[in-house]
Every structure is written in structure tokens, then in C-alpha cells.
T-cell receptor, first 112, second 110 residues
Framework: DVKVTQSSRYLVKRTGEKVFLECVQDMDHENMFWYRQDPGLGLRLIYFSYDVKMKEKGDIPEGYSVSREKKERFSLILESASTNQTSMYLC???????????FGSGTQLSVL | GQQVMQIPQYQHVQEGEDFTTYCNSSTTLSNIQWYKQRPGGHPVFLIQLVKSGEVKKQKRLTFQFGEAKKNSSLHITATQTTDVGTYFCAVTFSGYALNFGKGTSLLVTP
């Protein structure tokens, strides 16, 4: 089975801190994605990557950056955390193209 | 950006009743995917529809893709408490990234 692992299930940070969310997949998938999920808003795409060192902005990239130095790892970076970035962050991967996504268990981030 | 509209937002049924959620797009879709997210869990892929008018079944779940490929539905026959969760449709407008509907949260009362 495909495994997508997110480094933390719960995270509490302070406003202004730099935050790193890590995601690792073990199936040699080409594509990786970061979504945030908020009640009533569904899943919104932050960034995605279709190859190592490649990245594309999603619908809500402001305040975030990403890094993909290795194929299996995709990191989401909050340069200066703000309270409105309190959310559930979901990482996902897919083999290639627009095939089905495999999601990690999510990181619930609270910014105080 | 482009969005896919999903209705209803919430549905509360008695166990044994049927349930349907709908996804609508203003543009023609190449395909549509459906996911289920259990409370406290992460989205899990259910199915992908590609062809115009396509109908697929998974036990009590029936998925349809409209003839014009602008809408889709998920129908659950005789709901069970295990069906509780949020159902999302997801589409690709361009490139690789999936855009998700806001989801329909299903609550089933025994």
C-alpha cells in the first residue's frame, strides 16, 4: 500500500515563527500536493509539484512556500506564521497526470 | 479560480434512507473523482469517472457522470452508520492538480 507520512499530527506554533511541515511518500510518485482544509471551505490547494525541484502555485499560495529537493519529500513552509493559518494541512501524492490522490493523515496546526 | 459546486452541504438521514450528493461545473470536465473522508480521517479515493454518461457501482454506491460531462452524482442506497462522513468530488481544470468541491457531510442516525 502507498504510504504518505506527515511528520506531525498536531503542531502548536506562535505568531511570526517559521514553520516546516514535512511529507514523505514511499511509492515513487511524480506528483505531490499540499492542501489545507477548513470547515465549510473544503480542501484548497496551496502548492503542488510534478517533479523534483519543480513547484506550481495552487489557489491560495500566499504566505506559504514549498521545497522538493528529493522525489519522495515535499515540504510546506510558513515563512512567518499567522493566526489565519491555523488549519488542517493535508499532503497528497499521485503517480502522474491527474490520477487518484493518496493522502497523509494530516497535520492540525494551531498558530497562537 | 475555477470551482466545482457541490450540494447539499449537509444531509441528515435515518439509517436505511437513500442519500445523494451532486457536483456541478460550468465547464466540460475531462473526468471527475469522488473521495470519502470519515470523521477525524483523511480523504480516501472512491472512484473516477471518465466517459460521458458513465455509471459505476460499488455495492450500495452508484456514481454517475452527466452526458455533457458537466455534472456528477453519488447515490447511496439504504444508508448505514458506516456511511457517515464527508463526500467530496474533485476535478482537474488544467494541469495535474485536483480541485475539490466543498463536500457534503452525511450524518446517519440509527
Amino acid at each position: 500500500d502507498v504510504k504518505v507520512t506527515q511528520s506531525s499530527r498536531y503542531l502548536v506554533k506562535r505568531t511570526g515563527e517559521k514553520v516546516f511541515l514535512e511529507c514523505v511518500q514511499d511509492m515513487d510518485h511524480e506528483n505531490m500536493f499540499w492542501y489545507r482544509q477548513d470547515p465549510g471551505l473544503g480542501l484548497r490547494l496551496i502548492y503542488f509539484s510534478y517533479d523534483v525541484k519543480m513547484k506550481e502555485k495552487g489557489d491560495i499560495p500566499e504566505g506559504y512556500s514549498v521545497s522538493r529537493e528529493k522525489k519522495e519529500r515535499f515540504s510546506l513552509i510558513l515563512e512567518s506564521a499567522s493566526t489565519n493559518q491555523t488549519s488542517m494541512y493535508l499532503c497528497a501524492s499521485s503517480p502522474h497526470g491527474s490520477e487518484k490522490l493518496f493522502f497523509g493523515s494530516g497535520t492540525q496546526l494551531s498558530v497562537l | 479560480g475555477q470551482q466545482v459546486m457541490q450540494i447539499p452541504q449537509y444531509q441528515h438521514v435515518q439509517e436505511g434512507e437513500d442519500f445523494t450528493t451532486y457536483c456541478n461545473s460550468s465547464t466540460t470536465l475531462s473526468n471527475i473523482q469522488w473521495y470519502k473522508q470519515r470523521p477525524g480521517g483523511h480523504p480516501v479515493f472512491l472512484i473516477q469517472l471518465v466517459k460521458s454518461g458513465e455509471v459505476k457501482k460499488q455495492k450500495r454506491l452508484t456514481f454517475q457522470f452527466g452526458e455533457a460531462k458537466k455534472n456528477s452524482s453519488l447515490h447511496i442506497t439504504a444508508t448505514q452508520t458506516t456511511d457517515v462522513g464527508t463526500y467530496f468530488c474533485a476535478v482537474t481544470f488544467s494541469g495535474y492538480a485536483l480541485n475539490f468541491g466543498k463536500g457534503t457531510s452525511l450524518l446517519v442516525t440509527p
